[in-house]
């Protein structure tokens, strides 16, 4: 069973950078590789899948509207990611989820939360203009 926590986030100004990390704290050891990433939900919309990677290698996607901007990246000896997060809009803002647990099957990670079996709580990003 994974247990995903988020940390980092906060409120910055626009243009500035923010950092987030995942990491699993589940007590099992897992051998599985997975799809692990971020998605975001600003209040009144839909939850947004913006980065993702394959625990193997490979697998990256990233949504249209952070592309350039963020970056993901594993933290193998924490099974988690990171999401540095630059040049940042006041759209940005939202609440942030560490999720876990799909298959790429060859290509880049899903976006889709229904294919994700591992969530976190979730971190406030607020990006003020």
């Known amino acids: 069973q994974m247990q995903l926590r988020e940390l980092g986030g906060g409120s910055v100004q626009a243009g500035r950078s923010l950092s987030l990390s995942c990491e699993d704290f589940?007590?099992?050891?897992?051998?599985?590789?997975?799809?692990m990433g971020w998605f975001r939900q600003a209040p009144g919309r839909e939850r947004e899948g913006i980065a993702f990677?394959?625990?193997?290698?490979?697998?990256?996607y990233y949504a249209d509207s952070v592309k350039g901007r963020f970056t993901i990246s594993q933290h193998s000896a924490k099974n988690g990611v990171y999401l540095q997060m630059y040049s940042l809009k006041p759209e940005d803002t939202a609440m942030y989820f560490c999720a876990a647990g799909a298959t790429p099957y060859g290509g880049p990670c899903p976006d889709r939360d229904d294919m994700y079996d591992y969530w976190g709580q979730g971190t406030q990003v607020t990006v003020s203009s």
């Open positions: 990677l394959y625990t193997g290698g490979g697998g990256i």
């Open positions: 589940g007590v099992t050891q897992r051998r599985r590789t997975y799809c």
